[in-house]
């Protein structure tokens, strides 16, 4: 651990039996970095009131073979309540396994006189937290804004403390929220896959959600859909009913089907090279709405806006349980949007007879010419 006196961490231990731990406290308290320690039992609070950058969580095994492995309750806070880098340390590490999906963040090392597979972890981990103390920092400072800033409407608005309360959080979360989509730094570009926002937020279906059949392959784009109906006529949240019976949505298919939308099917690769990024600059190209990767989730792929299907609300198609299709993810603001104006070009361009082009062209070239 040396050299690191520059960047003091935070590491809670939650053990058991913390006595048997000192040693490792010590060595880490003597390398720079802040240790605490608590008991089993006491995680969520010890966690609101130290806010540590990384908690270091022990398991045993009760006294019957029955017995579940002890410490599963913190780690199900940690990973619910207060999220942050975790490293299980334990003589059975293996004992989480299973019981979150992986994470980076996340990392297991075996307990014992060693001491060198958990500071390894801490040092794997250091990055992340530097990262995630810089997010949180940003947080702050942005809904201390938001706050101040609209303080003063719900002042003026309400004089009930209980409505003006609300007011504020109200408020405050939708200034928050627009705060941090704050414009890219110069040179910063968006990866492709930050489209979308996943897990989705809300219980609503929007326009521009991706779905996905229930218990089908996630790596075959046919198997996915992308809502056009105006998220306004599908909210079913507070008590309101939705506006419409049924679901506009586009099939995906693969890339590859995607550019016989474009009559690009037999165009060679250095060409599509050239081609693709002003395609990808508008969006969208015809019928052709490019739609990136998210690794393990969604395939690189299209969706087919000529290619439209009707889903029912009444048969819940959407949804858990007995659905025919899952809510996977959504797309991001700018990129909802986009959705809409793509669908408007194919859907609303007015059909038109044929007509003499070149006439009309020579016409026009004529008059030009006119002094």
């Not at 307990?111 to 949180?136: F, M, S, Y």
């Not at 790596?219 to 949240?237: G, K, Y």
């Not at 993810?329 to 793509?342: C, H, I, K, Y």
Request: proline content about 7%; overall charge negative.
């Amino acid at each position: 651990m040396k050299g690191r006196m520059d960047f003091l961490m935070k590491l809670l231990f939650i053990d058991d039996e913390p006595q048997n731990i000192e040693p490792v406290v010590r060595a880490l308290t003597e390398a720079g970095e802040n240790c605490e320690v608590s008991d089993f039992g006491e995680t969520e609070k010890r966690i609101d009131d130290f806010r540590p950058d990384i908690v270091i969580l022990d398991l045993f095994e009760g006294p019957t073979a029955e017995a579940k492995a002890t410490g599963l309750e913190e780690y199900d806070v940690v990973w619910n309540q207060r999220f942050c880098p975790l490293i299980v340390y334990s003589a059975l590490p293996e004992a989480a396994t299973g019981r979150h999906p992986p994470h980076p963040f996340v990392k297991s090392a075996k307990k014992g006189k060693d001491l060198t597979p958990l500071t390894a972890a801490i040092q794997e981990l250091q990055p992340n937290v530097e990262a995630l103390r810089e997010v949180e920092k940003h947080v702050r400072k942005q809904l201390a804004s938001a706050l101040r800033d609209v303080a003063p409407f719900a002042f003026e608005a309400f004089d009930a403390a209980d409505a003006r309360n609300q007011a504020i959080v109200r408020s405050g979360r939708r200034r928050l929220a627009a705060l941090m989509d704050a414009e890219l730094k110069p040179g910063e570009k968006l990866a492709p896959w930050e489209h979308y926002i996943y897990p989705p937020v809300g219980e609503d279906i929007l326009l521009g959600d991706i779905l996905v059949r229930a218990d089908s392959d996630r790596n075959e784009p046919d198997n996915f859909r992308v809502v056009l109906t105006p998220s306004c006529d599908l909210v079913t949240s507070s008590g309101r009913k939705a506006k419409v019976a049924e679901i506009l949505v586009a099939c995906c298919c693969s890339m590859k089907a995607a550019l016989k939308l474009i009559n690009a099917e037999n165009t060679g690769v250095g060409r599509l090279r050239d081609r693709f990024p002003s395609i990808l600059t508008q969006g969208y190209s015809d019928a052709m709405l490019p739609l990136p990767r998210l690794e393990g989730r969604i395939p690189c792929m299209s969706a087919n806006l000529k290619n439209l299907e009707l889903l029912s609300f009444k048969e819940k198609v959407i949804g858990t349980g007995e659905a025919k299709y899952i809510r996977i993810g959504s797309m991001d603001s700018p990129f909802r949007e986009l959705v809409s104006w793509a669908y408007l070009q194919v859907a609303g361009r007015p059909g038109l007879p044929d007509r003499d082009f070149d006439k009309w062209t020579e016409e026009i070239l004529t008059e030009c010419q006119k002094v």
